[in-house]
């Protein structure tokens, strides 16, 4: 496997979510494409779900891509929000770190603040405003299962 991309559903939020995104990682759109633009007439929507996100992609400054799309109801669709994943990003940097964990826990929950851990010279979690979830990392000098010099 080359690389590996996150793709993530929102409840008609989609928008709203990559704004902020956008904000934390920096970058453009590769695309953004709305119910109304493949054709969401003919597949039956009406009313606000065809201004609702099909897809939209993000490009990270590593080249992996943010992806997400809203779930319509009107469609049968159910978004259950869990806690079965997280995204996990691989700074370049403790300051790094320390900023793309701020930005996303702007209005959202810390789990676990940065610090020092086994695997990381920084390691945190948190859930971000619209409920999902990432793990912030800089591995630094650190050497996971190493022991630590006397």
Not at 14 to 21: D, G, R
Not at 82 to 103: P, Q
Not at 111 to 139: C, I, K, P
């Amino acid at each position: 496997m080359q690389r590996a991309h996150i793709y993530v559903n929102f409840a008609g939020n989609s928008e709203e979510a990559f704004e902020f995104y956008r904000q934390v990682f920096g970058g453009d759109y590769m695309g953004v494409f709305r119910y109304r633009d493949m054709g969401g007439e003919q597949m039956g929507l009406s009313g606000s779900d065809l201004d609702k996100i099909m897809h939209i992609a993000l490009p990270l400054p590593d080249g992996t891509l943010l992806m997400a799309t809203d779930v319509l109801e009107s469609t049968g669709q159910k978004l259950t929000q869990g806690n079965n994943f997280y995204i996990y990003v691989e700074t370049d940097s403790a300051d790094e770190a320390r900023r793309l964990f701020d930005g996303l826990s702007n209005g959202g929950a810390v789990e676990m603040d940065l610090a020092r851990t086994e695997w990381a010279e920084q390691y945190g979690s948190l859930r971000d405003r619209f409920g999902v979830q990432w793990m912030v990392s800089y591995t630094g000098n650190v050497q996971f299962g190493a022991q630590p010099a006397a």
